[in-house]
């Protein structure tokens, strides 16, 4: 018990001259707070009856442990998993121009809710909003902060206390807790399950359709597939019926994939990835999708499609709870405009999606070359990058650099402790880099992390 005097004082421990930097980069009461659990640590373990460790074996702990805290904030990774869109990893790369205007228009104030020309007070988002919606052939366009607000607020407004007809195959669960049943529910909407898991006609929308209905919903499976004994209505039809009964027809698209020329340059995992146009067509009568998986822009939801639905959605209080803020809208507005331009390569997800096996092998042979002698403990190999984002496609031919090593574990580690963490994945006991998800300026990153991560193994 004696020996516990000599753990020091809180103050004196945050003062020591070795910790200076991290009280200017953290803030003292940061500092203090980790101190004190590094101290508290030291407390228990004398309890135990470890030794009671000295005033520069503490400074060190206490170093170690906000060196950790400053480097657990948001950072920059490089996506070397080979899953595009990937949502630990922000989906997403904003594309250059969507990144300028960011700069340009919120380093000071904007014109976000008012028309320069005439002075008077305007609409958050109406430019945007009239951009998409031509873009996309649709009356009416609502964006707003992602699309499981944009489902929520279209649920609420259109079905609050009525009824909502859903297939049971399509009652599934996008992952990050969005839950169809569950979104239904908090609308205060009424779910109406119907057909089977692995069936549903367009007759059990009809029978369970009467005064109470407000609408039936249609959901994109997302990440996962039914095979074998399975039937679900086509579009055309159900929206044929749909409007037979008078009863508005809602999708949930998810991926968001816009431009039809640009679906056909795609990699082949999404030829049978339906487009926003291509559901409104087909006659749904508004389509949800998020504009950070296969659009490719910042977060956000949009809803697109009647005007008079569109209309009710805008008109709900949760409307403005789930308002689209500036950063969001100064990102979009250059990504629209570049599909309106049909500038898809400036947007990095689909170019991505589009670069050729060529240009991917001669990127990861470039990585071997540039390892030198280290490249000869990695080999260029085919394998399947997945588009991620909600849309499970057939997987995309890619190519990737294998790395053996004795233990897969430990190089991912390191890879992930380099100054711009590279995030790898594992497969048959190789850690695999696949170059499609690895974005153009990222190359010598990677290379930096390889190096190090081979030279760690070396002195192991
Ligand atoms: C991804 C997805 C959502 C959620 O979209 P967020 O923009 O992440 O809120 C909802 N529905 C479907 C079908 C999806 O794929």
Same mark, same amino acid.
């Given at each position: ?118 002075? +008077? ?256 403990? +990695? ?82």
């Amino acid at each position: 018990m004696h020996s516990l005097r000599k753990l020091p004082k809180i103050d004196l421990l945050v003062a020591a001259p070795e910790l200076s930097y991290l009280r200017s980069a953290l803030g003292r009461s940061v500092l203090t707070a980790i101190t004190r659990d590094v101290v508290a640590a030291a407390r228990r373990e004398a309890l135990e009856g470890e030794e009671v460790p000295e005033l520069a074996e503490l400074v060190l702990r206490v170093q170690k442990a906000a060196e950790k805290r400053l480097k657990s904030g948001l950072r920059r990774v490089v996506n070397a998993t080979g899953v595009l869109l990937h949502t630990n990893l922000g989906r997403a790369p904003l594309p250059a121009v969507a990144l300028e205007n960011v700069l340009r228009v919120c380093a000071g104030n904007s014109s976000i809710e008012l028309d320069v020309e005439t002075g +008077a007070r305007c609409r958050r988002g109406a430019h945007a909003e009239a951009l998409l919606a031509e873009l996309v052939s649709a009356e009416a366009a609502l964006i707003v902060n992602n699309n499981a607000a944009a489902v929520l607020l279209g649920l609420t407004a259109l079905a609050a206390g009525r009824e909502v007809v859903v297939s049971r195959g399509e009652l599934v669960e996008i992952g990050g807790g969005f839950r169809i049943p569950d979104i239904l529910s908090r609308s205060g909407a009424i779910l109406i399950e119907v057909g089977t898991t692995n069936r549903t006609r367009v007759e059990d929308y009809e029978r369970a359709t009467g005064a109470a209905t407000a609408l039936w919903l249609r959901v994109h499976p997302s990440n996962f597939t039914m095979d074998g004994f399975v039937e679900r209505p086509r579009l055309p039809e159900l929206s044929r019926a749909a409007k037979a009964r008078g009863v508005p027809l809602l999708e949930d698209l998810g991926g968001g994939l816009l431009v039809p020329q640009a679906a056909e340059q795609l990699a082949v995992g999404l030829a049978s990835e339906p487009t926003v146009q291509a559901c409104l067509l087909d006659g749904a009568d508004l389509v949800f999708f998020s504009l950070d998986k296969l659009f490719g822009g910042p977060q956000g939801g949009a809803a697109v499609g009647a005007r008079s639905l569109v209309d009710r959605l805008r008109a709900d209080p949760l409307a403005r709870a789930v308002r689209v803020d500036k950063l969001t809208l100064a990102a979009l507005e250059p990504v629209l405009a570049a599909y309106a331009r049909r500038e898809y390569d400036a947007i990095p997800a689909l170019r991505q999606l589009r670069v050729s096996i060529e240009t991917l092998k001669e990127r990861v042979q470039g990585w071997r070359a540039a390892l030198g002698e280290h490249g000869a403990g +990695a080999e260029t190999i085919e394998v399947t990058s997945a588009t991620g984002g909600g849309t499970l496609g057939d997987g995309i031919p890619s190519i990737a650099l294998a790395v053996w090593t004795p233990s897969p574990d430990r190089f991912a580690r390191c890879l992930r402790e380099h100054a711009v963490p590279i995030i790898a994945r594992i497969e048959d006991g190789r850690v695999l880099l696949d170059a499609r998800t690895v974005l153009p300026g990222e190359d010598d990153a990677v290379v930096a992390a390889l190096r190090a991560a081979f030279e760690a193994e070396g002195r192991e």
